[in-house]
């Protein structure tokens, strides 16, 4: 148990920290997501082909394609792309981008391919007549989409996107590859430090079971409040 | 582009191919069998079995793949006893820990998709084998298990699927699968665009196969 300890004599609290940094990579890629979703997902349900390739495209490769290769591809190749891009512009220095913002770029896209289909899905299932009677009566494009639309898509998405979370932040603990100091790093590094590997794993995945049982309880409520009157 | 670098490590990738597939095939057939297994015991009456299989797979289900495959990596070995046992011999092959570690994952993801298949069978098939005389041996094995198989294939192809993109964590304890072979390749030529396109070309064509193959056995075993 000593070498839970807070200071410098345990990893209690460099483990706090990297709990900490899990849960801030993980809200963030969620966030990333979210954006790529809210991107691609018109695409995918738009009348036009080729934007259906596009949208398709994004979800099949990302969907199809381990997420330790992305990693890998923004881990190498996200510095490159960034010089790439400011050397058009006439910046030629070398630019480092930071092990936070190439994870949870790597694992927001991941997690936006899930988001996108789970939105899909949401919007489909809505009754067409629903977007007949908001014609019908009048209201305005961006008036139906948030507040008829919108509402209903949210109860239908939140438990599959409660999926998509838990997938996230199982996910961050494959960016530990790259250095970034969230759980998994932590405890390799402690277990390297201390030759106690089977105890920090196993308090790894302790951590992990906290984190998902936890967000399991928050995001019971917010079904729950999504669902009144169903 | 490098289209040179694509041609020529085509080939590499694609014999670090055969141990993805080895990998996996051999983790999904453990992990049939201990998915079946728990399936079994979440529907046993006694509350300590139920709960124990429970447990299992909210563990396996809870926890990342990365932290199974290093707790029985690095973890099991710390265990002075363990090293004294026959057991050693599995678990000193980085090979081994990582297939125990797919089997139980997939093990438990197959057991919850296993166990919803089940419940799904209509209590009037059963009845109705239990009226003609069938003992409940054989309800079980030739009547609740075929459709509990059916009922459960697209699921259990998604988690095919998911699974053979799970192995690419073997490459994290050492072994040269698709992704570690990509990897070695990105990290001595840094030349990361390419060697994506053709390592995920491989596993989107994986992909497209698995797919096929169970929509396709859908199609075989479907009721109508």
């Known amino acids: ?230 | 582009m490098d289209f040179e670098l694509m041609f020529t490590s085509f080939p590499k990738l694609l014999n670090a191919t055969l141990i993805t597939l080895k990998l996996l095939s051999v983790s999904l057939i453990i992990g049939m069998f201990l998915g079946l297994f728990f399936a079994i015991l979440r529907m046993n009456k006694n509350m300590f079995i139920n709960k124990f299989a429970y447990g299992y797979s909210y563990v396996f289900r809870g926890t990342p793949l990365l932290v199974q495959i290093f707790i029985i990596y690095f973890g099991l070995g710390q265990i002075e006893y363990l090293r004294t046992t026959f057991l050693w011999v599995i678990l000193k092959e980085p090979y081994w820990c990582a297939i125990i570690a797919f089997a139980l994952n997939t093990g438990a993801y197959t057991s919850e998709i296993l166990r919803s298949a089940f419940q799904t069978i209509k209590p009037g098939v059963i009845e109705a084998g239990k009226s003609l005389g069938i003992s409940n041996k054989i309800i079980f094995f030739k009547i609740q298990i075929p459709i509990a198989i059916r009922q459960s294939l697209p699921a259990y192809g998604n988690e095919i699927i998911l699974m053979m993109k799970g192995t690419s964590l073997a490459s994290t304890v050492t072994l040269m699968d698709l992704t570690g072979v990509a990897k070695y390749i990105i990290s001595t030529t840094f030349k990361p665009i390419e060697v994506f396109i053709v390592a995920g070309g491989i596993y989107l064509f994986m992909t497209f196969i698995i797919h096929n193959v169970i929509k396709y056995l859908e199609k075989k075993y479907s009721f109508q």
């Open chain 1, 1 to 230: 148990m000593e070498l839970l300890a807070f200071g410098k004599t345990g990893w209690g609290d460099e483990l706090f920290y990297a709990t900490l940094m899990t849960i801030a990579v993980s809200v963030t890629a969620m966030l990333v997501g979210f954006f790529f979703a809210l991107i691609f997902t018109p695409l995918k349900l738009s009348k036009y082909k080729s934007l259906n390739l596009i949208g398709n495209l994004y979800t099949t490769v990302i969907r199809g394609v381990p997420e330790l290769l992305v990693i890998y591809l923004f881990f190498f190749g996200g510095s490159g792309a960034i010089m790439y891009v400011a050397s058009i512009f006439g910046y030629f220095e070398y630019i480092e981008i930071n092990a936070f913002i190439t994870g949870s770029m790597a694992i927001g896209i991941i997690s936006g391919a899930y988001s996108t289909e789970v939105f899909r899905g949401a919007i489909q299932s809505i009754d067409k007549g629903q977007f007949e009677a908001a014609k019908v009566l009048g209201v305005s494009k961006f008036a139906q989409f948030y507040k008829i639309i919108l509402p209903q898509m949210l109860r239908l998405a939140i438990p599959n996107l409660s999926n998509v979370w838990q997938i996230t932040l199982k996910d961050t603990s494959l960016i530990s590859v790259t250095g970034l100091v969230e759980i998994m790093r932590q405890s390799y590094i402690a277990a390297g430090s201390t030759r106690d590997p089977l105890f920090f794993y196993s308090f790894a995945a302790v951590l992990y079971l906290l984190l998902t049982y936890l967000s399991m309880k928050f995001i019971n409520r917010l079904e729950a409040k999504y669902s009144r009157g169903y």
